[in-house]
């Protein structure tokens, strides 16, 4: 399935319960799709784009540009980028808050279909290993799995530390897994359609 829009910011239209909040950003076709926490730790309140504005995000995507999924403009090469929380909060945002926004992300995340997850930070690696993985979070830790590679449910998943974490070592080795995953088959598909009539394929994940 492709989605036909041109839109870059905000393609599926979601419209949050508040004033202010910071848009999915990117290909809505794409295949990489990297998951932050919120406007306020991941930045982009200004700009209304994921991951900006803050020393950690601008180191972020400095490594997004290394392995090819920003081009040298910033903008997105077959990704997309969003927030688990996209409301810009007064605060830290509650549970019942991320709770309430969660069928946003979702829906987000479910219309993209990227086929690899890259979720940046604690919050956002636990939920995505929760969610939409066998993985047991309580049973990760971040540090051990920062750019490794773990299978999902249909998913691909490369979890990062937070940037402002990352020393020299943890951004290099960060590029080297995109890299290296890039330039192999990620997509992992099978095409069935060797099995129905006519000569279209079918490809399932």
Known sequence: MQNVTDRTSNPFDMRPPCEAFVPGYGDANADFHAVGDHPGVHGGADSGVPFTGTPAAERFRRALTAAGLLDEDGEPRSLFLSYLYMCV?????????????????????????????????????????????????????????????????????????????????????????????????????????????????????
């Not at 992300?105 to 997850?117: G, K, M, Y």
């Not at 979720?119 to 969610?131: D, I, K, N």
């Open 89 to 205: 909060p007064d605060g830290e945002p509650t549970p019942e808050d991320y709770a309430a926004l969660e069928p946003f992300f979702d829906a987000e995340l479910r219309a993209i279909t990227a086929h690899v997850l890259l979720p940046v930070g604690e919050r956002a690696t636990r939920h995505v290993l929760e969610t939409y993985t066998a993985i047991d979070p309580e049973e990760a830790d971040l540090a051990a799995v920062h750019a490794t590679e773990l299978h999902g449910s249909g998913w691909l998943v490369v979890p990062a530390l937070d940037p402002g974490e990352w020393d020299d070592a943890a951004e290099a080795a960060y590029v080297d897994a995109l890299r290296e995953l890039r330039s192999t088959d990620y997509r992992r598909e099978a095409d069935l359609g060797r099995f129905l009539v006519g000569p279209d394929p079918y490809r399932v994940r």
